[in-house]
C-alpha cells in the first residue's frame, strides 16, 4: 500500500482525548477502518514518563497486530522505544533535517500552515505534510488561525508528489471537502473519540 492510501483516516489520540479506555477506542477505530494512528500524548491531563510509554506500547502492539501505521508524536525518546513507524512534529518541534539524520529510515511528517512555514522547512527530508487547521478545532490548545481547504489546493498544486493530510477541526460532514482539494487523508481526533458509533464515524470519514 502507498503512503497516501495509508494516510487516508489517520486516528490521532492520547489519554488525554477520550475518557473510555484508549485501547478499546484504538481497537473499536482499527475494526472500522482507520488505515493510521498517531500516538498524541500531550497537553492537559495528560500521562508522562513511564505511564506514557505504557499505554504508547499497548496502543503500538494493536497497531502492529493488525498492520496500521503507527506514529508518534513530536516525542523523539519514544521512536526507539515503541518501535514507531514514524514521527509527525510541527514548527516548533525539533527540525526535520535533525530527526531525518537520526532516523533516516523512518516515516515523518511535518505541520504546515503557512506559505512562510512551508518556505523555511526542508519539505526535501518529509514524506507527507499535515496541512491546517483547516477548521476551527477544540481539541489543540494552542492551534493557529484557520486556513481552510484553499490550503491543500495550494500544497497540492506546488507539491504534486508529497501526500497531504488535512489536519484540524475535521468531522464526518467535512472530510469530503479535504479529501476533494486535494489531499490524500484526513487527520481527526475528536470526530472518533466523541462518536457515538466509532464504526459509523470511521465509515463516513
Known amino acids: 500500500m502507498t503512503l497516501s492510501k495509508q494516510l487516508r483516516k489517520y486516528f490521532v489520540m492520547g489519554s488525554q482525548d477520550t475518557d473510555r479506555d484508549p485501547e478499546a477506542v484504538l481497537e473499536e477505530a482499527i475494526e472500522a477502518g482507520i488505515t493510521a494512528f498517531q500516538y498524541r500524548e500531550k497537553g492537559t491531563g495528560s500521562l508522562e514518563g513511564e505511564a506514557k510509554h505504557e499505554l504508547g506500547w499497548k496502543l503500538r502492539s494493536l497497531c502492529r497486530e493488525k498492520g496500521i501505521l503507527f506514529i508518534v508524536n513530536d516525542d523523539l525518546d519514544m521512536v526507539e522505544p515503541l518501535d514507531a513507524d514514524g514521527i509527525h512534529v510541527g514548527q516548533e518541534d525539533i527540525g526535520v533535517e535533525v530527526i531525518r539524520s537520526q532516523f533516516p529510515d523512518k516515516i515523518l511528517g511535518l505541520s504546515v500552515s503557512t506559505e512562510q512555514e512551508v518556505i523555511q522547512s526542508s519539505l526535501e527530508k518529509v514524506d507527507y505534510l499535515g496541512a491546517g487547521p483547516i477548521f476551527q478545532t477544540s481539541t489543540k490548545e494552542d492551534a493557529k ?14 507539491y504534486p508528489d508529497l501526500p497531504i493530510v488535512g489536519i484540524g477541526g475535521i468531522n464526518t460532514e467535512n472530510a469530503l471537502l479535504v479529501v476533494e482539494a486535494g489531499a490524500a487523508g484526513v487527520a481527526v481526533v475528536s470526530a472518533i473519540t ?6 459509523e464515524a470511521v465509515k463516513r470519514l
Do not use: D, F, M, Y
Not at 466523541?194 to 464504526?199: L, M, P, V
Open 145 to 158: 488561525p484557520v486556513v481552510g481547504t484553499v490550503w491543500i489546493k495550494q500544497l497540492r498544486e506546488a
Open 194 to 199: 466523541h462518536a457515538e458509533s466509532i464504526a
